[in-house]
Nanobody, 126 residues
Framework: QVHLVESGGGLVQAGNSLRLSCVAS????????MGWFRQAPGKEREFVAS????????YYLESMKGRITISRDNAKKTAYLQMNNLQREDTAVYYC???????????????????WGQGTQVTVSS
């Protein structure tokens, strides 16, 4: 079992940056692949990024590549999502999630993740 708490969301103007954090407690954080997803009003939850257990492999939503970076600090049991040059279409609730799997074909799917945080709202104004 792992409990996840996100923070770092807020209201920003387009072009600015935010860094989201996801702090874990409970089971061994370093044994989980961590993912970030987002859900905008009226839309399905969407994969944003994931990072494998040791941080050696990262995967990104194609449309956000170059603007976001996922990272983790296993000693601090924390995953991060750095988002730069935010746009209005990035407005959503952002969730972090944890899974034991490292299978590339599945870690972009929300159904692969067993544990979820409560989400943090990111609102980008023009």
């Amino acid at each position: 079992q792992v409990h996840l708490v996100e923070s770092g969301g807020g209201l920003v103007q387009a072009g600015n940056s935010l860094r989201l954090s996801c702090v874990a407690s409970g089971d061994a954080f370093s044994t989980y692949t961590m993912g970030w997803f987002r859900q905008a009003p009226g839309k399905e939850r969407e994969f944003v990024a994931s990072i494998r257990r040791n941080g050696g492999y990262t995967y990104y939503l194609e449309s956000m590549k170059g603007r976001i970076t996922i990272s983790r600090d296993n000693a601090k049991k924390t995953a991060y999502l750095q988002m730069n040059n935010l746009q209005r279409e990035d407005t959503a609730v952002y969730y972090c999630a944890a899974t034991k799997t490292e299978i590339l074909s599945t870690i972009r799917s929300a159904t692969a993740y067993r544990f979820w945080g409560q989400g943090t709202q990111v609102t980008v104004s023009s």
